[in-house]
């Protein structure tokens, strides 16, 4: 199997704070994880690309200042969500390949609701 | 540039009925990879399906099926006998050229019983 969790699965903050999310490859070790940002009825944004023990890549449009990504192990990523506000509330949804390459099969986790009060 | 098309906004059919969700890409890759996803309600995407540009047989797995055509670059979705379980959103997704996924805009497929 390829299992990806996050957590947490929902979570409300109050304006200024920093909120923190895990991805994690439960079965295999992901070189390569990907973040994705969702509004509702969209298509899914990919905002950033992260290479196990290098920085993130971010797409054009994503502030990396906001959106601070690390990926720390070939488990693990996390996406901290810097000062957030209102307009940040979406849906974040990361995925894992096992190599990293373009022609790979992207696994999801089951996403975080973000909602900034 | 890469760009996955999904005409179909929202499509509802009454359960048994068999139903198709349109897909077609545009991409100036030799090879790249098709992909299927579901999203249901609670939000996480399932892998449904990939395939590779050199392989244009068509795929059935259990109600589902795929029907690949280079020649209208479409990447069509079936599912007969639809269950009320089938209802969520069908995402198709292209990568190529080293590119990562790039997503059509979804279908959603509402299902009654």
């Known amino acids: 199997g390829a299992v990806v969790s996050q957590h947490p699965s929902r979570v409300i903050c109050k304006s200024g704070t920093s909120v923190k999310i895990e991805c994690r490859s439960l079965?295999?070790?992901?070189?390569?994880m990907f973040w994705y940002r969702q509004f509702p009825k969209q298509s899914l944004m990919l905002m950033a690309t992260?290479?196990?023990?290098?920085?993130?890549?971010?797409e054009q449009g994503v502030e990396k200042d906001k959106f601070l990504i690390n990926h720390a192990s070939l488990t693990l990523s996390t996406l901290t969500v810097t000062s957030a506000h209102p307009e940040d509330s979406s849906f974040y949804i990361c995925?894992?390949?096992?190599?990293?390459?373009?022609?790979?099969?992207?696994?999801f986790g089951p996403g975080t609701r973000l909602l900034v009060l | 540039a890469q760009k996955v098309t999904q005409a179909q906004t929202e499509i509802s059919v009454v359960e048994k009925e068999d139903v198709t969700l349109d897909c077609v890409y545009e991409?100036?890759?030799?090879?790249?990879?098709l992909f299927w996803y579901k999203q249901p309600p609670s939000g996480e995407l399932v892998f449904l399906i990939r395939?590779?540009?050199?392989?244009?047989q068509n795929e059935i797995s259990g109600r589902y099926s795929w029907n690949f055509q280079k020649s209208t670059s479409s990447f069509n979705f079936t599912i007969t006998a639809s269950q009320v379980v089938d209802s969520a959103v069908y995402f198709c997704?292209?990568?190529?050229?080293?590119?990562?996924?790039?997503f059509g805009k979804g279908t959603m497929l509402l299902v009654s019983p």
């Open positions: 995925s894992a390949t096992r190599q990293g390459g373009w022609q790979e099969t992207q696994y």
């Open positions: 079965d295999f070790q992901a070189t390569t």
């Open positions: 992260s290479n196990e023990g290098s920085k993130a890549t971010y």
């Open positions: 991409t100036r890759d030799t090879t790249y990879y």
């Open positions: 395939r590779n540009s050199f392989d244009e």
């Open positions: 997704a292209l990568s190529g050229g080293y590119s990562t996924l790039t």
